[in-house]
């Protein structure tokens, strides 16, 4: 099984991380195939931001589609997800998704933890998109800034075991998500500091899509995930213009 791990952000120290963290729990005969962004922003972390990591996503997708047997859009929030599913045969797991879908098999209710502020909003709507508003007991972030993105979980790994404990105690969650891709591997080295199951968002996206790939489900033909119509399109990457041109065949 080959499973495409597609960072769209421009950060690669991002994606050696989320490597690191799927390495981990894959199967013995998965292999990982890594893309970061070519174009886009640092690290996805507002709207604006996802708007953009969203049309790299699909880019990356268009281009190693064929050679694949699942992707795994490796930013929590899941830019491009739903267009990704439209467009694209093989099944596509957003980070964010997986992680909430696993929580919800190991607890009532979960919450969400990361390491910035300015990430909450989005993460509320990426919540609402699936669905689960009712098993969520809340997004809790750290305030204040931090040195270096691809540094941040050891920079500020206290704080968010410490915010992590808060929550459990103060919101009754029964899970905790540890999100954002730049957290990728730390809930497996301080799961014995947290008194309930810690979530890992690639970990979790990972195992959904060898699940997938396993079960070999039919692309839908009918329905709101079904290909679109070809159309033809300007201005973006061949491979994509081809997908969307239906010329790939």
Known sequence: MRLLIANPNTTAAVTDRLMTAAAAVKAPDTALVAMTAPRGVPYIATRADAVVGAAVALEMLAEAH??????????????GLGGAR?????????????????????????????????????????????GLRGRCAGIFALQGAFTSLADVQEEKE???????????????????????????GLAQTVRARVPVPLVDGIQAAVKQAEALAALRPAKATTGTFRRPAAKTCTGI????????EHRDR
């Open 158 to 184: 206290a704080a968010l075991v410490d915010l992590a404990n808060r929550v459990v105690t103060d919101h009754m969650a029964d899970v905790v998500i540890l999100a954002g891709a730049p957290l990728s």
């Open 86 to 130: 439209e467009l694209f045969d093989i099944p596509v797991v957003g980070m964010a998704e997986a992680a909430m879908l696993t929580a919800c098999m190991l607890g009532r209710s979960f919450a969400i933890v990361t390491f910035s502020g300015g990430l909450v909003p989005w993460y509320h709507e990426c919540l609402d998109w699936n």
């Open 66 to 79: 064929q050679d694949v047997d699942a992707a795994v859009v490796a930013a929590f929030g899941d830019p």
């Open 237 to 244: 990457s061949e491979s994509l213009r081809q997908r969307f």
